[in-house]
């Protein structure tokens, strides 16, 4: 349901439609600077990837009630809006847990990341397969590039790595000895890949993959297929 049925709501709401360019600031610039954005991206009859600076702060209810329509408050129209909360409110219950079968891999050395604690921060490597300098092998930590190098596990591999990471998307450190007794600190990212997704060149993602399969059938959408309320914001 969750594939045929989340574009069909999308589209009833009117996000389908919906031009990302109108997303604009009241005065040509935000409230402030360095910001997260979110992204929004739907693969169905119709594509759309879009970035939007900072809209969930700018939908708390705190700051509409204190900035709404201000300079520097964005315009926010009702589709954007609701395709908003709908997203970031929509049940999970019934769902399982994703166990990835690809898994991408992120080290640098720990002190570009936690420059004063990383030694602090340090746990022990406790796999044998894959060890950690297996890891480094694949990675290019001294890489010059703006991007940092990655490496994809995959299978069971993926699943055994993630599972001793404990299924969380966070940067952790790890120390291991060198030959002449000398310790190495670095940090690591991991993060599960989903069903057609690569890395792009830029360490973004792209889904769907180039080359992958399209379905077999046309996604369509009908009245009758219903709409479900949109959540009110919790925040």
Sequence with gaps: MYDIYLPCLLDQ??????DPSNYSFIGGKPLGLGAPSTFITLNAWKWKSSV??????????????????????????????NAYYFLNQYPNDG??????????????????????????LAKIWQLKSPSFKNLLNRIDTNSQSSTASSAILNGDEARL??????????????????????????????????????????GMSEIPAPGSPKPSFKLTCHPSDGVLPIPTPSE
Excluded: C, T
């Design 13 to 18: 709401i009117g996000y389908l439609d919906y």
């Design 52 to 81: 939007y600076y900072e809209l969930r702060l700018f939908l708390q209810k705190d700051i509409v009630d204190k900035f709404w329509g201000q300079k520097g408050y964005p315009v926010i129209s009702p589709a954007l809006r």
């Design 95 to 120: 769902f399982e847990v994703y166990k990835p079968s690809r898994l991408a891999v992120w080290i640098v050395p720990a002190e570009y990341v936690f420059p004063d604690n990383f030694e602090s």
């Design 161 to 202: 790595v993630y599972n001793f990471l404990g299924e969380v998307e966070a940067v952790q450190v790890f120390v291991i000895d060198e030959p002449d007794g000398s310790k190495k600190y670095y940090a690591l990212l991991a993060r599960p890949l989903l069903p057609y997704e690569i890395l792009g060149d830029d």
